[in-house]
């Protein structure tokens, strides 16, 4: 982790709310860097700094040059369109929010807005893929860990091709790799909040960004398996990675705060997010669809 020095607090007031983030900014890097957001899942006392203190973006930044802010959410969730969440409940607009701390970096620090990485899991997973869908001119790329597209989130129409990381566990019990519908129940106790399966999301992006037809070239290893499809618009790509045996957790962190899974060990989300992410980083003009 950094030791502050290079940290900056922020503060913006998007609908009527005071939001706040962090950003961390790359120690040897000119104006003109990405910026990534990295967001964190949901719980009643999560914020930034939870991401900050179980990921590695803080080494990634000085390592690729690349900016990195770590925002709160609202009532420690997201408002990732499933309507489960207390910020979906209270209409928290998430993608005004997030889209305010890319417009503000860019005037501040000189990052590129429309060379934007988004990052999260779980509830910050599912945020991401909306931010790519309703900001993709502004979102290069996103990196998805433990979840799948919202379901109610299809119909969107994107303007701009967005490449996509998407990585989930086997053994994830709290947002299956197969999709399905969230924990939290409605007043009657009906189902909602449904997302898709890794396949179906992964399927998904390839077709939004007019890659070719099939699941591309296939990596397997012991401990898991990644597919790469290539030459979506601008030069946009869709990575799966199915981790064996993974649980509800980043690969490559220790425990975090109430998980019992620890992270897989085989590779670090952080620096290959990161790692995806520096070739692709294109203009808005483009990846335009």
């Given at each position: 982790?950094?030791?502050?020095?290079?940290?900056?607090?922020?503060?913006?007031?998007?609908?009527?709310?005071?939001?706040?983030?962090?950003?961390?900014?790359?120690?040897?890097?000119?104006?003109?860097?990405?910026?990534?957001?990295?967001?964190?899942?949901?719980?009643?006392?999560?914020?930034?700094?939870?991401?900050?203190?179980?990921?590695?973006?803080?080494?990634?930044?000085?390592?690729?040059?690349?900016?990195?802010?770590?925002?709160?959410?609202?009532?420690?969730?997201?408002?990732?369109?499933?309507?489960?969440?207390?910020?979906?409940?209270?209409?928290?607009?998430?993608?005004?929010?997030?889209?305010?701390?890319?417009?503000?970096?860019?005037?501040?620090?000189?990052?590129?807005?429309?060379?934007?990485?988004?990052?999260?899991?779980?509830?910050?997973?599912?945020?991401?893929?909306?931010?790519?869908?309703?900001?993709?001119?502004?979102?290069?790329?996103?990196?998805?860990?433990?979840?799948?597209?919202?379901?109610?989130?299809?119909?969107?129409?994107l303007t701009h091709a967005v490449s996509a990381m998407l990585i989930h566990g086997t053994d994830d019990t709290i947002c299956p790799i197969g999709g399905g519908y969230s924990r939290h129940r409605g007043p009657n106790g009906e189902l909602r909040g449904r997302t898709l399966s890794l396949d179906e999301t992964a399927g998904y992006w390839r077709t939004v960004d007019r890659c070719p037809p099939g699941p591309g070239?296939?990596?397997?290893?012991?401990?898991?398996?990644?597919?790469?499809?290539?030459?979506?618009?601008?030069?946009?790509?869709?990575?799966?990675?199915?981790?064996?045996?993974?649980?509800?957790?980043?690969?490559?962190?220790?425990?975090?705060?109430?998980?019992?899974?620890?992270?897989?060990?085989?590779?670090?989300?952080?620096?290959?997010?990161?790692?995806?992410?520096?070739?692709?980083?294109?203009?808005?003009?483009?990846?335009?669809?």
């Open positions: 982790m950094a030791d502050g020095r290079d940290l900056v607090a922020g503060e913006l007031t998007v609908g009527a709310r005071a939001r706040g983030f962090t950003v961390r900014l790359p120690r040897s890097a000119d104006r003109g860097v990405p910026l990534v957001l990295v967001l964190h899942g949901n719980h009643p006392d999560a914020g930034g700094s939870i991401m900050r203190d179980w990921t590695t973006f803080d080494t990634q930044a000085d390592a690729w040059g690349f900016a990195v802010a770590y925002p709160d959410g609202y009532g420690g969730s997201w408002a990732d369109g499933r309507g489960v969440t207390a910020a979906d409940e209270a209409r928290v607009d998430d993608v005004a929010f997030l889209r305010a701390i890319i417009d503000w970096s860019a005037e501040r620090h000189g990052t590129l807005p429309d060379h934007t990485v988004v990052a999260g899991i779980s509830n910050g997973a599912f945020m991401a893929h909306r931010l790519g869908l309703e900001a993709s001119d502004r979102v290069a790329v996103l990196g998805a860990v433990a979840g799948g597209l919202p379901a109610s989130l299809r119909d969107v129409r070239e296939t990596r397997t290893t012991e401990w898991s398996s990644r597919n790469t499809s290539d030459n979506g618009v601008g030069g946009t790509r869709v990575v799966s990675w199915t981790v064996f045996g993974g649980g509800h957790t980043w690969p490559g962190s220790r425990t975090a705060p109430g998980l019992s899974d620890l992270g897989a060990q085989e590779f670090d989300a952080a620096e290959e997010i990161c790692r995806f992410a520096e070739p692709l980083l294109a203009s808005a003009d483009s990846r335009r669809l």
